[in-house]
């Protein structure tokens, strides 16, 4: 009996977005967790895997060229054991390169970043041999007033990914749609979700399934409280509205999971392709 893992992609690879949530994840057997490793064993082996991190804020947009990431420990106040946690993968600076010379300026190769948890306590499930190379990419992303660029023109921007797919790249966004850190019941990971979670992670699944993706360029700042409550800032939305621009006509959304963590954390994924 054979896995496709046991065979390289040949055909265009599908697009994630996977809502990662805590990085208590990392450590943890739930059913989210399983979830992953089941879906990463569902997929074609990729010759390389591009993750979009809600996590890699930068002054443009870059991609991860180096042979070998480092590991980024971006986060805080957590039990000693995860920073102990390593993904030893090779970085995929040929694809990378790719990216860059496809872009038309408007992606560069950086040196200097590695891997974070937004890539990592994903792929330890998914890919646990960690022996596929990975590269990220930031968001073009300045503080300021919410945001000083568009969504329209993050989702343009990542249709220039598209020809990666045909490659045998794997494109996973990696986010989470309802993400208020304020709002988070970090005591409790199981805590039940407020109304205001509940009503824009629907309306949010109920554009993604029609298709309706410019509606959510607004959604942020016109869906009324429960969107500002949901996405007070746009680092873990826009890794979505990256998947989502990358669906072709014939391609539907498929949700791989679906519930909340921590309360307010919406963990949402899907699969397109």
Known sequence: MTSPHDHPAEKKMPVLFIGHGSPMNMVLDNR??????????????????????????????Y?????????????????????????????????AQRT???????????????????????LKYMFPNADIPVFEMS????????????????????????????QGVLIIGSGNIVHNLGLVDFADMDAAPPAWAVEADAWMRDRIIAGEHRKLFTYPWEGGSAASRAVPTLDHYLPMIYALALQEKEENVRFTFEGFQNGSLSMRS????
Do not use: N
């Open 32 to 61: 989210f967790t399983r979830h992953l490793a089941a879906l990463g064993a569902s997929l074609p082996r990729p010759k390389a895997i591009l993750v979009i991190s809600a996590h890699w804020l930068a002054d443009g947009s």
């Open 63 to 95: 991609v991860t060229c180096t042979d070998r990431p480092r590991m980024i420990y971006d986060f805080y106040g957590f039990p000693g054991e995860l920073y102990h946690v390593q993904y030893g993968c090779p970085g995929a600076p040929s694809p």
């Open 100 to 122: 860059v010379e496809s872009s038309g300026g408007a992606i560069r190769c950086d040196q200097s970043w590695g891997i974070d948890h937004a890539g990592y306590s994903i």
């Open 139 to 166: 968001l073009d992303y300045a503080f300021g007033d919410r945001h000083p660029k568009p969504i329209a023109y993050h989702y343009t921007l990542a249709q220039k990914l598209a020809p990666l797919r045909e």
């Open 270 to 273: 899907f699969r397109i392709g």
